[in-house]
C-alpha cells in the first residue's frame, strides 16, 4: 500500500521542505492542483528531477483537452496524471492514449461522482486506476468516510486510490477497505512534526499489511 503525499497549498520552498522530511516515509509525490497553477509545469519537471526514484503525480484535474494536458504533464516528468471522472469518454481515451504510448498513467479522479453506471462505462473505456475523494471543500462541513468505496466494491479491475483530509484519525478505518495507495495531504504538510506524522501513518499501513 502507497502513501501517496499531496502537496497542496504550498509555497515552492515549502513543497521541497515538506518531501525532504518525509521522503523516507512516502512513495508516490503528487504536485497539488493549486501549486500547478501558482507555479506552472516547471514545479513539475523540478520535482522530478530532485525526486526522480519516486512515482510523481500531477494532479492537473483534467476535464478537457486531454490529449494536450497529459502531453504537458508527462512531458514535464509526471509519471501519472489526474483527470476528472466527468470528463467527456473522448478526454479520458485521449488520455490514456497519451500515457499508453509513454508508459505512463491515468489515475481517474471520481470527486463529487455518485453514479455507480460511471464506474463501468470507465471500466469500458481501458481505466485501470481510480481516486476516491472527499473534496476540500466537503472536509468544512463533514469528514471522509468509508462509505466512499461503496461505489467501486464490486470491481476488482480497478486499482484503487483515495483522499480527502485522512489523518492518523481516519487511517485505521481506510485501512481496513484495503486501498492500493492512501493520498495524505494537509495531515503530514501541515502537521508542526511533518517526520513524525509521516512515520507515524507509514508504520500504522506496514503494521496493517504484516496483519492482513
Ligand atoms: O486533491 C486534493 C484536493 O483537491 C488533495 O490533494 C487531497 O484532498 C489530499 O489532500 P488532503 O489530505 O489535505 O485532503
Not at 516528468?77 to 504510448?101: N, P, Q, Y
Not at 461503496?150 to 476488482?156: A, D, I, P, R
Request: charged share 30%.
Amino acid at each position: 500500500m502507497n502513501i501517496q503525499l499531496a502537496l497542496d497549498r504550498l509555497s515552492r520552498e515549502e513543497c521541497f521542505d515538506v518531501i525532504k522530511e518525509t521522503e523516507r516515509y512516502i512513495d508516490w509525490i503528487e504536485v497539488g492542483t493549486g501549486v500547478i497553477k501558482e507555479y506552472g509545469m516547471s514545479i513539475i519537471r523540478e520535482i522530478k528531477e530532485a525526486f526522480p526514484n519516486k512515482v510523481l503525480v500531477a494532479d492537473m484535474k483534467t476535464c478537457d483537452a486531454g490529449r494536450y494536458e497529459a502531453a504537458q504533464a508527462f512531458e514535464a516528468g509526471a509519471d501519472i496524471t489526474t483527470v476528472m471522472a466527468f470528463s467527456a469518454d473522448k478526454t479520458i481515451l485521449d488520455t490514456l492514449e497519451v500515457a499508453r504510448k509513454q508508459g505512463k498513467r491515468v489515475m481517474i479522479d471520481l470527486l463529487g461522482m455518485t453514479d455507480p453506471t460511471r464506474l463501468e462505462e470507465l471500466e469500458q473505456l481501458g481505466v485501470d486506476l481510480i481516486g476516491l475523494h472527499f473534496g476540500k471543500d466537503m472536509q468544512l462541513e463533514g469528514e471522509i468516510h468509508t462509505d466512499l468505496f461503496n461505489l467501486v466494491e464490486s470491481y476488482s479491475t480497478f486499482e484503487v486510490a483515495i483522499a480527502g483530509g485522512i489523518n492518523i484519525g481516519s487511517l485505521p478505518d481506510i485501512l481496513e477497505k484495503s486501498p492500493n495507495t492512501i493520498i495524505v495531504g494537509s495531515a503530514i504538510s501541515k502537521a508542526e512534526d511533518r517526520t513524525e506524522v509521516a512515520k507515524k501513518m507509514k508504520g500504522l499501513i506496514n503494521a496493517y499489511e504484516v496483519n492482513y
